[in-house]
């Protein structure tokens, strides 16, 4: 079978299951890191000084300090809140958590394309600022931030072989016990690649995509 080594054969389901758990990963973190990221800049945009110093101190947070540590930080810390021998709770947590900080500042930079005009009208039809935000700001944001939050998302996924330092055993992980197990590390990590060349394309083709339709706008 193309191939492969009999025993690199009878792993594949393994194999399997660890793209399975890294696609799974990758969504659940995707979605906090939107979601995340959404609130995080709102409170950059606000006028009140807490909460704008809570968004930045955030933001540099997450993107001054190493991935890996915010994971160890997450997992240790979910045994104190009664959630302890949750691998893939602390890796969506950690990976999303730390996505965000870079969802918001793609946010941030996008929301200038939104008018002083627009703004104003909301506030004549008696929205507040969170409903200007929400109703008005943000989706013309988000349409606006499209190619660059899909390569962001992109890069989320190559991050998540972080989570093998938790025991999760995720794609990259089930490929280490698979080559402990077949001492064949050329024909599993060929495979374990094209594992993620099968999540990463459709991104990479909707990022053109995206690109492209822009462009001919």
């Not at 793609?106 to 005009?117: A, F, K, M, P």
């Not at 190559?158 to 089930?174: G, I, N, Q």
Request: with cysteine.
């Amino acid at each position: 079978m193309l191939g492969l080594d009999e025993q690199v054969i009878v792993a594949l389901p393994e194999l399997g299951h660890g793209l399975l758990m890294t696609l799974t990963l990758t969504v659940l973190a995707a979605l906090l890191s939107l979601i995340g990221g959404q609130i995080i800049c709102f409170l950059q945009l606000r006028n009140v000084w807490l909460w704008c110093a809570i968004g930045r101190l955030y933001v540099s947070l997450m993107r001054g300090t190493p991935a890996i540590v915010q994971l160890f930080v997450v997992f240790f810390t979910l045994p104190r809140l009664g959630l302890g021998g949750q691998p893939m709770l602390a890796a969506v947590l950690a990976i999303g958590l730390n996505s965000g900080a870079y969802v918001a500042e793609i946010l941030r930079v996008n929301q200038s394309l939104v008018t002083r005009g627009q703004r104003e009208a909301a506030r004549t039809l008696g929205l507040n600022r969170w409903l200007t935000w929400w109703y008005v700001i943000n989706p013309q944001v988000i349409r606006a931030s499209l190619p660059m939050l899909v390569n962001e998302f992109t890069i989320l996924l190559k991050t998540t072989p972080l989570a093998s330092v938790v025991a999760l055993t995720e794609l990259t992980y089930a490929g280490q016990i698979v080559i402990a197990r077949t001492y064949d590390a050329t024909q599993v990590l060929l495979l374990v690649s094209a594992g993620y060349l099968l999540i990463a394309l459709p991104l990479i083709s909707a990022v053109r995509h995206l690109q492209a339709k822009r462009r001919a706008a």
